[in-house]
């Protein structure tokens, strides 16, 4: 479904991401590990069209994206959320996700109707009136998801969601994840929460100073001397 | 419970302000006699037409623009020009106007939309000043400093009108149609993506928001409208040259009625301009030249540090407060 091919993002005197390749396959959940600093951030801004490449390219669904903004990838499905949140302070939770679901082709009142049935999902339908800078971090976290999910994706990239959340709020994102995984949604998923990411992600992604370290099922990833010493820097016992 | 009444931000009662606002204006020049404040009235309607006009690409989508006196200009010469080279009626001159104006400013969009901040202000800040340095030195086709006079030629059907009270119609009807606009958009998928892109930009596109796409055709709406309220002004004094229609004070002026008023909103620079023409024409006439400037731009800095948000956020505080205050009042009767 995505191929990001040999992707290498230099800014000035910086090389961000260096050959990245990998693929996600349709109904898949991936993780995307990494010190920070790694580049999976800069990552996803390429493969949201946020960042162009200094080389290299991504496909998506068979289609090179390279020429195409972040609002034109958009639409042919990719939803993504921000880990600095980027919520539009001065609307309301509600119209937040209504931008969402405009952008899909519904009208005003249709689209209204989808942002309220996304938020009754998330259970965030409390908030609906609520001017969205006022929310705490956790639900601004929250409103990312709900605003991208009502653009309809088919690829959701996630950056971090489960920051700051407490393991009540961690288990009920994950559920979140997996039922909308389970309903045919494919994710790419930044985490920090190892814990988390290995519970559900199918393959797991480990990003070093820009480059794909490994590739493989959580078990393998986390038992891989190379990824102990750079990116944990001790074994992992909960894993 | 409270007793659920039709509150001024319910649609239902939104409707009933619209349509009670709408009729006190009808009635206006039943009510005032006094061709000076009926004068100043029509002032005021063509004055809220131009903030609402420029709120549509300043306060919706964001890009404070410096240079709107430009459509406003263009607005007035095309209609103008027609009329005494042609012969064609303001009537049809508006709609020539708008449709120039508005592929000014969509191409103004093109150019500008990537700019942020203060590079955008001063971009369509250069523009005006363009666009006036034109307007002064064409003499072929604007008669440059000396001005255009249109001559009371046919009446009506020229938008020329021999009573006041005509043109305070025809300034209504200006208003209706820029505040019709101004609410069609907020309410469409336009206003929300204009909203959107003004709170935060990566995250609107990364949602599928076409930056160019919504921002031009916002600029080029907001120019449009703002050269019908020029068309009606010329028919309205009769006479305009560079220093009355395309001068940068006239471009800070409408940015200042509608930040006063308060940008964003769709009545904000309706109520702008309620406040601040009719300030500066008494200011002028019972003060008088430069005291008179003194105290005016005094009084908006007050006016602008007592109410940041503009005056139509401090009116609806009072608004819930006078609600708050018969809400409990209705609870100690019962």
Redesign the interface.
């Known amino acids: 479904m995505l191929e990001v091919r040999a992707v290498t993002v230099d800014f000035v005197g910086l090389r961000a991401v260096d050959h990245a390749s990998f693929t996600v396959e349709k109904g898949q959940i991936v993780g995307l590990i990494g010190p920070n600093g790694a580049g999976k951030t800069t990552l996803f801004n390429v493969v ?3 960042v162009r490449p200094s080389s290299g390219s991504v496909m998506f669904e068979g289609k090179d994206l390279s020429h195409l ?4 990838r ?2 042919m499905g990719i ?2 959320t ?1 880990q600095v949140v ?6 309301t939770v509600l ?1 937040n996700v ?3 679901a ?3 082709g519904q ?2 009142a249709e ?1 209204r109707e989808t942002a309220r049935v996304t938020l009754k999902r998330l259970g965030l339908e409390r908030f609906t009136d609520t001017v969205a800078h006022s929310l705490p971090l956790a639900l601004r976290k929250r409103l990312e998801v709900a ?2 999910l009502a ?1 309809g994706p088919k690829l959701m990239l996630l950056d971090e969601i489960m920051g700051g959340l407490n393991p009540t709020e961690v288990n009920e994102t994950l559920s979140l994840v997996q039922e909308l995984n389970a309903e045919g949604l494919t994710f790419l998923v930044i985490e920090h929460n190892m814990n988390a990411i290995m519970r559900i992600a199918e393959k797991v992604l480990v990003l070093n100073q820009g480059a794909v370290l490994i590739e493989g099922p959580p078990a393998v990833v986390t038992r891989d001397a190379q990824v102990i010493s750079v990116y944990l820097g001790e074994p992992i016992e909960s894993a | 419970m409270p007793i659920k009444s039709a509150s001024l931000t319910s649609p239902s009662g939104q409707r009933i302000a619209f349509a009670v606002a709408l009729v006190l204006l009808l009635c206006v020049p039943l009510v005032i006699r006094d061709i000076y404040w009926l004068d100043l009235g029509i002032t005021v309607l063509i004055w809220a037409s131009l903030a609402t006009a420029w709120n549509i690409s300043a306060g919706f989508a964001g890009g404070l623009s410096l240079g709107h006196a430009a459509f406003f200009g263009v607005g007035a010469y095309t209609s103008s020009l027609l009329f005494l080279r042609l012969g064609i009626t303001p009537w049809i001159g508006v709609f020539v106007g708008a449709l120039l104006a508005g592929a000014l400013g969509a191409l103004l969009g093109v150019i500008t939309f990537r700019l942020k901040g203060p590079f955008f202000v001063l971009a369509t800040l250069a523009f005006g000043i363009v666009v006036h340095i034109v307007n002064v030195n064409w003499r072929d086709l604007t008669r440059g400093a000396a001005g255009l006079l249109l001559p009371f030629r046919g009446g009506p059907q020229n938008m020329l009108f021999p009573n006041l009270w005509a043109y305070w119609y025809t300034g209504l009807g200006l208003l209706v149609l820029t505040v019709g606009i101004s609410i069609a958009i907020e309410r469409s998928r336009l206003g929300y993506y204009l909203v959107a892109l003004r709170e935060d930009e990566d995250a609107a596109r990364s949602l599928g928001v076409r930056v160019v796409r919504s921002k031009v055709v916002a600029a080029a709406l907001s120019a449009a409208l703002a050269a019908c309220a020029g068309a009606v002004y010329a028919t309205f004094i009769q006479y305009i040259d560079p220093d009355s229609t395309t001068q940068f004070e006239l471009s800070v002026q409408i940015a200042l009625v509608a930040i006063v008023g308060g940008m964003g909103t769709t009545l904000g620079p309706v109520l702008g301009a309620a406040i601040v023409i009719p300030l500066g024409e008494i200011l002028r006439a019972r003060v008088g030249g430069g005291p008179a400037l003194v105290v005016y731009g005094f009084l908006l800095m007050v006016i602008v540090l007592a109410a940041p948000n503009g005056a139509i956020a401090g009116v609806r505080l009072i608004g819930r407060r006078l609600r708050r205050l018969m809400d409990s009042g209705r609870k100690a009767d019962a």
């Open positions: 949201s069209g946020l903004g972040p609002a034109d958009n639409r939803g993504r921000f980027k919520p539009f302070g001065g609307l119209d209504m931008v969402g405009l952008t899909r009208g005003p689209a605003r991208a653009t």
